[in-house]
């Protein structure tokens, strides 16, 4: 009986642990420097928590770091975002694909789950994707999330707020 729930224990550990969030501060919520390219971090039109990123103007932000994936694991990528201006935002939000090397793979563009989607001003809008690693470009080890703020809409201004990128089952 004892080690029945032992095993039930890790059972439910290892589920718990498939979940994390493999974006570190996708909330802006610390300091930890994971992107390159946003504007800066808001404390107000948060979607939780007391921060949330923004983004003036036509930005390409990318992770910092590279996220291990494996081909065999469905992963899902989400966000919210909301238009903080007068006029609608545009993303597109995705992955960049890199080997085990940790290069870039060549010749092959971004996967965008999201493309050139309009977010409307003052509505905090959720949008995911869902991928299976093994559907990545041959030879992917590594991702890098992308997210190209106010596509097509220089004078936007954007919220972007709870990314996450996971194992899903």
Do not use: H
């Not at 992963?75 to 609608?88: H, I, P, R, V």
């Not at 996967?111 to 470009?137: M, N, R, Y």
């Amino acid at each position: 009986m004892k080690r029945m729930l032992i095993a039930l224990g890790l059972v439910s550990f290892c589920g718990l642990a498939g979940a994390e969030n493999l974006i570190k501060n996708g909330g802006a919520e610390n300091d930890i420097d994971w992107f390159n390219g946003f504007s800066g971090k808001l404390t107000t039109l948060v979607k939780s928590g007391k921060n949330c990123y923004y983004v003036t103007g036509t930005k390409r932000i990318t992770a910092k770091k590279l996220i291990a994936v494996e081909s065999n694991k469905k992963y899902e990528l989400s966000g919210w975002f909301k238009s903080a201006g007068d006029d609608s935002s545009k993303i597109c939000f995705g992955l960049i694909a890199f080997d085990a090397n940790k290069k870039k793979i060549k010749k092959t563009k971004p996967l965008f789950f999201v493309a050139d989607k309009k977010i409307v001003p003052e509505i905090w809008t959720k949008f995911s994707g869902q991928v299976v690693g093994g559907k990545l470009p041959a030879g992917t080890k590594f991702v890098k999330v992308i997210l190209v703020g106010n596509y097509k809409s220089p004078k936007g201004r954007l919220a972007v707020d709870d990314l996450e990128f996971k194992a899903v089952k």
